[in-house]
């Protein structure tokens, strides 16, 4: 079946360095969804991209899509320790969603 | 808006114990899901439902899980008998309806210790 594949698994940066995920998968991706999971807490939607090559913002975040619909990038610009989390992509496809493993986004001391 | 209810919080069982959880989602969603989250890996679906109907349950193990959603409202999922692999948290979620618009609402979580 459909497999979503996100790396890296963990990523450490200092405060104020940027942090990227990436999300891709062998077959079409039909909308990508992304996710926070804060440490003990729930995933919580972030944002949905429907188009080939759709470049979204939210402040510091900048969603992005791929032309070929097979990958999508999440990357934070100047992380601060409220960005520490799990960033889960999820495809919403079939009116299912196929998760992604996450990626634990860690800000070192 | 009032979210998604899941009750109880935490359970501590011991293996070959049953076990119920209770989700109440976000008032007119029709689609609930049930996951389960094992520390450090991502929600894994057990179950979706379409109102009272289920649309996926391919990875729901049959032979020991069972979950419903009678008046297409509240639903709960119960395990019996208990293995110590099935600690993890148990997360429900809700969206509007099936639809590539919409998204989830996740509760709090019921997290499962089997010991």
């Known amino acids: 079946g459909q497999q979503v594949m996100q790396i890296p698994q963990y990523q450490h940066v200092q405060e104020g360095e940027d942090f990227t995920t990436y999300c891709n998968s062998s077959t079409t991706l039909s909308n990508i969804q992304w996710y926070k999971q804060r440490p003990g807490g729930h995933p919580v939607f972030l944002i949905q991209l429907v188009k080939s090559g759709e470049v979204k913002k939210q402040k510091r975040l900048t969603f992005q899509f791929g032309e070929a619909k097979k990958n999508s990038s999440l990357h934070i610009t100047a992380t601060q320790t409220t960005d520490v989390g799990t960033y889960f992509c999820a495809d919403n496809s079939n009116y299912q969603l196929i998760w992604g493993a996450g990626t634990k986004l860690i800000i070192k001391p | 808006e009032a979210g998604v209810a899941q009750s109880p919080r935490y359970k501590i069982i011991e293996k070959r114990q049953s076990v119920a959880f209770w989700c109440n989602p976000i008032?007119?969603?029709?689609?609930l899901y049930w996951y389960q989250q094992i520390l450090g890996q991502g929600p894994k679906l057990l179950i979706q439902f379409q109102n009272n109907g289920v649309v996926d349950d391919s990875q729901l193990p049959k032979d020991r899980f069972s979950a419903e959603r009678l008046k297409g409202v509240d639903s709960t999922l119960k395990i019996q008998p208990a293995k110590l692999e099935d600690s993890a948290v148990y997360l429900c979620a809700s969206s509007q309806e099936q639809g590539w618009d919409t998204e989830a609402f996740f509760g709090q979580g019921t997290r499962l210790t089997v010991v």
């Open positions: 008032s007119g969603h029709a689609t």
